[in-house]
């Protein structure tokens, strides 16, 4: 779609679909995104004025592109690509197969990586554009908004990779691009500073300011406008002849750095425990930079945990510990060793701390006890069984995690502590899944959270207050107050460089689109739906650093679709699944898939219950879909009292990620298999 459309089979070998009503077809349907288009739809598309007949050739079309496609399919064999469904046509190609959707996924990719690796990644992205996108229908209206949606991504990518060049130190690279970018669009301001920022780089200060020079005058004569802030901050700082372009740019405070580093250095004893609190706040900063630097902050916080607690100085190990508040809205710790060392810890140090030592301080190890114990981080040896009687389960470590969120929380209220109350309210969120259907709740939580932050400009918590708003919503159906809180947080993430913000707000649209996918699909159409809407989320992965919440979702976005249908996960389309975490309460349904109904019951009969997390309500409902299918009634009334306070919600959609459909469905089916 990236050029002139044409289509390759599997060896890279042109496929010949026809003439250009063949191709236009095709490159209508692709627009739709593997939604169906009516067939009078596809005849207004092709025809200003429809001729006689208008319906049987687009028939036509379709059967010749159809045998095209799929030459080996069987006569009167329905296609798996090019299907009829309802009143029309609907093109379901692999995600990757469509080197439109390819790209923006790579796109989106690159932002939640380094810069060094985000320019291989977007140059690799750029170079599959052959021309203009739909370039042989230049006047088709139906392609118009998707090609200049298309053209809007691809010049936001050259810029993406131009500031990865720059911010990996590669500024020579950029500057001949940027170059033909700002000639070909000297509207977009960008540009402009990308390339005088470049040349800055490059030692080549009076070309720069000539960059700038241009730019106003292009802009004053072409829009009427003055250059915006970013450029007229960057013009005086050249003219200053400063060595380093405005805070935007990547190396701006590189030199300020040195020096502080320096000065600090020289002046603070190599021994003194001050340089313990100022790594401990250092890491606090590096772990919201993105995948890289959450990861190598992940690993020196144990360490200087460690070292705080040797000193014996209770409070001073205590200050190390508690100054980590960075955000958490995901509920799976990704070290459970770490996060189970980190609560130890400051459970000593909480016991050894002096009468006298500040509130403040023993309120935010109470927070880091809270917020480290998420979900089931701190179980003491084997979980419960998911049939066992509620009564009979003994879980000590929770409710030491419940209780420390609250007096955490009560303290910050007390003390008029913005930053700390922010902090114990992200532990109170975490310690808030001891029941089913609380997003009510949680969405309460997110809403004081970001009032506090725009209050007093805390921008970590206004990211997480935005994204604990977005699961709650959408748990609660409300899309439209999703939305607002996803479009916020990402706003806020380009402007504060929090990366992985917009891993969640991307999986988020994911399930958007699974929302709006027709109920009525069967179930293989269904998983090819699914995994269209979330190639760009799964794309997103590898890189983003988060192991507890990234091991087992792919699995779990195609598995979805199946339950949503009613029908069992056939075994061959899961073969190579990786479960990960969520392999305990998804077993049962995959036996019964494979038809292994005394195997499925075993699997019931000692599945461990579902983690107190956001993933509590959907392994809740297959649980309840295989206690009922396998007959085991104590399990479907087990899960008909767990699952009941979240009757009206979707099944899942709480996590902002992915749905198994209403709760409603699969309490249905418990109650019956429970006798009532």
Not at 390 to 406: D, K
């Amino acid at each position: 779609m990236l050029g002139p459309v044409e289509c390759r089979d599997g060896t890279g070998l042109p496929v010949r679909l026809g003439g250009p009503r063949h191709r236009e077809v095709v490159a209508r349907l692709l627009v739709a995104r593997r939604r169906v288009v009516p067939v009078d739809r596809l005849v207004a598309d092709l025809w200003e004025e429809p001729p006689p007949g208008a319906v049987g050739a687009v028939r036509t079309f379709v059967a010749e592109v159809r045998r095209a496609l799929e030459p080996g399919r069987r006569p009167r064999t329905p296609s798996r690509l090019l299907a009829t469904e309802g009143p029309g046509y609907v093109l379901r190609p692999d995600p990757g197969a469509v080197d439109a959707w390819h790209f923006e996924a790579e796109v989106a990719r690159a932002a939640g990586l380094a810069p060094a690796n985000a320019a291989p990644v977007l140059d690799a992205a750029l170079a599959t554009w052959r021309g203009p996108a739909y370039a042989d229908f230049p006047g088709a209206r139906w392609a118009h908004a998707e090609r200049a949606r298309l053209a809007e991504l691809r010049l936001h990518a050259v810029e993406r990779r131009a500031d990865a060049l720059i911010r990996s130190g590669a500024p020579r690279e950029a500057v001949w691009d940027l170059d033909a970018h700002v000639a070909e669009h000297p509207w977009r301001e960008d540009g402009w500073h990308l390339l005088a920022t470049a040349l800055l780089r490059s030692g080549r200060q009076g070309d720069a300011l000539g960059v700038l020079r241009r730019a106003r005058r292009v802009l004053a004569d072409q829009l009427g406008a003055d250059p915006g802030p970013g450029l007229a901050r960057l013009e005086r700082e050249v003219l200053r002849q400063a060595d380093h372009p405005d805070e935007a740019a990547p190396a701006a405070g590189d030199e300020v750095w040195s020096s502080a580093a320096a000065a600090y250095e020289g002046s603070v004893p190599a021994r003194s425990p001050a340089r313990l609190e100022a790594t401990a706040s250092l890491l606090r900063e590096l772990a919201v930079t993105g995948a890289g630097g959450l990861d190598a902050a992940r690993r020196h916080r144990a360490a200087a945990v460690a070292a705080a607690e040797r000193t014996g100085d209770a409070e001073l190990a205590a200050r190390v510990i508690g100054v980590y508040d960075v955000p958490a809205v995901w509920t799976r710790v990704d070290d459970p060793e770490a996060a189970r060392t980190v609560v130890r810890t400051a459970e000593r140090v909480l016991a050894r701390l002096p009468g006298d030592a500040p509130e403040t301080v023993r309120a935010r190890l109470l927070a880091s006890v809270a917020v480290e114990s998420r979900g089931d981080a701190l179980a003491e040896g084997a979980l419960p069984r998911a049939a066992d009687p509620p009564g009979s389960l003994r879980e000590p470590w929770r409710h030491r995690a419940q209780q420390a969120a609250a007096e955490a929380e009560s303290a910050a209220r007390r003390l008029h502590d913005a930053s700390l109350l922010a902090f114990a309210l992200n532990g109170t969120f975490l310690q808030s899944f001891a029941h089913c259907g609380q997003a009510a709740r949680r969405d309460a939580i997110g809403a004081e959270l970001v009032q506090l932050a725009r209050i007093h400009g805390l921008v970590g918590p206004e990211v997480l207050g935005r994204l604990i708003r977005v699961q709650a919503l959408a748990g609660l159906g409300d899309l439209p107050g999703a939305d607002h809180q996803a479009t916020a947080a990402d706003h806020l993430a380009d402007r504060y460089e929090r990366a992985l913000a917009r891993v969640f707000t991307t999986w988020y649209r994911a399930l958007r689109t699974t929302l709006a996918t027709p109920a009525d699909l069967a179930a293989t159409e269904a998983v090819e739906a699914a995994e269209a809407a979330y190639a760009e989320a799964v794309a997103l992965l590898p890189t983003c650093g988060m192991p507890g919440f990234a091991t087992g979702l792919p699995a779990l976005t195609r598995l979805a679709p199946v339950v949503r249908t009613g029908a069992l996960p056939a075994p061959e389309a899961f073969a190579e699944a990786d479960w990960g975490p969520y392999d305990p309460w998804v077993r049962p349904l995959l036996l019964l898939g494979d038809a292994r109904p005394d195997e499925a019951r075993e699997a019931l009969r000692t599945a461990p219950r579902p983690p107190h997390d956001l993933m509590a309500e959907p392994m809740w409902c297959l649980l309840a879909r295989a206690a009922a299918l396998a007959g085991d009634p104590v399990l479907a009334a087990r899960a008909v009292a767990v699952l009941s306070p979240a009757e009206g919600q979707q099944a899942g959609a709480a996590c902002g990620l992915l749905t198994f459909g209403p709760v409603a469905a699969y309490l249905a089916e418990a109650r019956e298999a429970a006798g009532g």
